[in-house]
């Protein structure tokens, strides 16, 4: 008898337990739902709006691509939902649209958004400033990162990399660029502080979203573009007009494009999708440089080759010319603006150890690999 009332007291203590823990366990529950974010139980919709044409090959499919990750990599329960330019918003006002809630995230580049504050400009091309990795390690390792999360607050926005397009080209003309002379009276599209280096030597910039560029250069209203790079440039078809294609492109030697989230919807964010959306931005920067490197130089072969373009490098005395006058236009900046000075002066410090560095690796491999020797079939 014994073991058997042993047994009933036992199974009394458990239904016991059970009863407590129930109400107990409820109350965890309604607890967790009341401090995590209201759509973490479910599923969420966030609009992404983009500067650049739907479909538009690098810049458009590496939005895209941008979306279908976090959508993928949060099994949809952030479904990000993509409007190219003009769809939901012209392309300039992406960054407005983003600030006030109108869109969750935009994807573009940041120099677009120099009126709200000409210190975005560093973050995504200054002229003669860092090369698409130099740029990935000022702001991922160099504190630009951190200086960036400081000048997105003031606009509700949390920004950062997502993409790159290397180093690019100088531009399409309609006649040849042998002095600085031939810059001056030129109306050419180039946006970002590039522009103001071309109106300090004496033409005039206007800044086009890509999608308006090639109307404008036909009809004369522009005498000269830059864009991006031979992949784009032989998609936009501006062989059709202009002849003379020209580098180095000294105004974005690595331009880095953006994402901006809503800072109210990032902080909504659990810990856990703030790390995916980070993720795929790290994971497009890092492809999207590589696309345009694998498909710029098989573009460059059929702009000289199919479309008869005359490929040439701007003269020593112009790049030194130019070089000088990018150097005062950011200077005059950082003592004109605050939030400029407190970037600029990380930036410059890290452009002169970058270029430290580099002049004992990546130039003086590249120069070591162009010497005259046998190599391969």
Partial sequence: MVPSIRREEMSMKRRDFIKGAVPAAAGLAAASSLSAPAYAQGKRQLKLVTTWPKNFPGLGTGAQRYADRITAMTDGTLEVKLFAAGELVPPFESFDAVSTGTADMYHGAE????????????????????????????????????????????????????????????????????????FKGLTMRMPGLGGEVLRKIGATAVALPGGEIFPALQSGAIDATEWVGPWNDLAFGFYRIAKFYYYPGFHEPGATLSTGINLDTWNELTEGQKAVVEAAAKAENTYMLAEFNAQNGNALNTLVNEHNVQLKKFPEDVLKAIGKASGEVIADLAAQNEDVAKVYDSFIKFRQNAMEWASVSDQAYWEARALDYPYGG
């Fill in 111 to 182: 120099y677009y958004w120099q009126g709200k504050s000409p210190a975005f400009n560093f973050f995504a091309a200054v002229p003669f400033g860092l090369t698409a990795t130099e740029m990935n390690a000022w702001i991922y390792h160099g504190g630009g990162q951190q200086l960036w999360d400081e000048l997105s607050a003031k606009f509700n926005i949390k920004a950062m990399p997502c993409g790159n397009t290397g180093v690019q080209m100088g531009g399409w003309f309609n006649k040849e660029i042998t002095s600085l002379d031939d």
